[in-house]
């Protein structure tokens, strides 16, 4: 569950974002979807606690995010929220298994538990034979769904990826989405006239996965009304 109010963010003189509420049950997808530069990344950023708002509370699984010190915020980001960067952020001296099981590591989970769940996500993302290669050896679509299979392995009630199932198959990508307890995703406005690209060519006018659909710059609205 994600449960933001009255966000308020600005980088110096720019202000993007202008106080904004957003609820997410579990079992719920939304997409924030806006422009290129409208603060779709800035939003979810502060969502998996990776920014902190200027004014404005963030609750995730019913703790205030913004009250933690650093550490209790590194273990929560951990167990919680599997992010995905908009530019995959993969370890580039480790290979994709490794990459997939590092969180897992760090959240105290055995090497051999480690290993498995890495190997199902691999698995599942199509890239068995490709566990062993490092991330300058992969593919721009296949890092990708690396940075997904890290972003899941420990299981997180939240799954916030930044524009990076544009490069999914249609299959993957409802697994990934329906494999989550809540979803928030942050893509482009799903049009020919959108500077980036569409995350979700399904629909013309809004991510067929998704129940909500939020557009950052104002006016704010929400799909379906
Ligand atoms: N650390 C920063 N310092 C200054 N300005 C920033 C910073 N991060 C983002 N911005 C600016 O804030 C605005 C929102 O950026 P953001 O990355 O959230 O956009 P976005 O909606 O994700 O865009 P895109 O679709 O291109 O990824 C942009 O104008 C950007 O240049
Ligand atoms: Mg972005």
New binding site residues.
């Given amino acids: 569950m994600i449960d933001i109010k009255s966000i308020r963010k600005s980088?110096?003189s720019?202000e993007?974002l202008k106080g904004i509420d957003l609820h997410i049950d579990r079992g719920e997808v939304v997409s924030i979807v806006?422009?290129?530069?409208?603060?779709?990344?800035?939003?979810l950023q502060i969502i998996g606690t990776l920014d902190r708002p200027d004014t404005g509370t963030v609750q995730v699984d019913s703790v205030d995010v913004t009250s933690l010190s650093q550490k209790k915020l590194s273990d929560f980001r951990n167990r919680h929220i599997g992010f995905v960067f908009?530019f995959h952020q993969l370890l580039p001296e480790f290979t994709a298994i490794e990459n997939i099981m590092i969180p897992a590591y760090i959240a105290g989970t055995s090497n051999k538990a480690a290993r498995q769940r890495a190997e199902e996500l691999l698995r599942f993302m199509g890239l068995s034979d490709r566990a062993n290669h490092k991330p300058n050896e992969l593919s721009g679509g296949e890092k990708q769904r690396v940075a997904v299979a890290r972003a899941l392995v420990n299981s997180p009630p939240s799954f916030l990826p930044?524009?990076p199932v544009a490069r999914l198959t249609r299959k993957t990508k409802k697994s990934c989405t329906s494999s989550s307890s809540t979803c928030a995703t942050?893509s482009?406005r799903p049009s020919s006239s959108s500077p980036?690209t569409s995350t979700w060519p399904a629909s013309p006018t809004a991510p067929s996965r998704c129940a909500t659909a939020c557009w950052?710059r104002p006016p704010l609205w929400v799909w379906p009304p």
Avoid: D, R, W
């Fill in positions: 980088f110096g720019l993007v806006g422009p290129s530069g409208a603060g779709k990344t800035t939003l908009q930044t524009n942050s482009a980036t950052c």
